[in-house]
């Protein structure tokens, strides 16, 4: 969410906090590896919630996001009864 949110920049620390957050599953590259689903809600996040730029979050917002797209695959799959058919990419 917004106030967790990774914005980088800071100079030498925020630079280590930057490789620390890279190393942890986090930041800009990471995003990159999301697939729709994931992309899905960050785009909700954004756009519906109001929650700031998804594009580079910290570890733990990542974290939190797929732990929702699991959540909507699991009720997809339940209401469906097959798998969206999106890999999930974590």
Request: aromatic share 12%; glycine share 12%; no cysteine.
């Given at each position: 969410s917004g106030g967790e949110q990774k914005q980088g920049g800071?100079?030498?620390l925020g630079g280590i906090g930057d490789k620390i957050n890279s190393a942890a599953g986090g930041g800009k590259e990471s995003e990159k590896n999301?697939?729709?689903?994931?992309?899905g809600v960050d785009y909700v996040q954004e756009n519906v919630m109001g929650q700031g730029k998804q594009d580079n979050e910290?570890?733990?917002?990542?974290?939190?996001?797929?732990?929702?797209?699991?959540?909507?695959?699991?009720k997809y799959k339940s209401q469906t009864g097959s798998d969206i058919p999106i890999e999930d990419k974590s």
């Open positions: 800071g100079g030498f999301e697939d729709y689903v994931d992309k910290s570890a733990i917002e990542q974290a939190k996001d797929e732990q929702i797209s699991d959540f909507i695959r699991g």
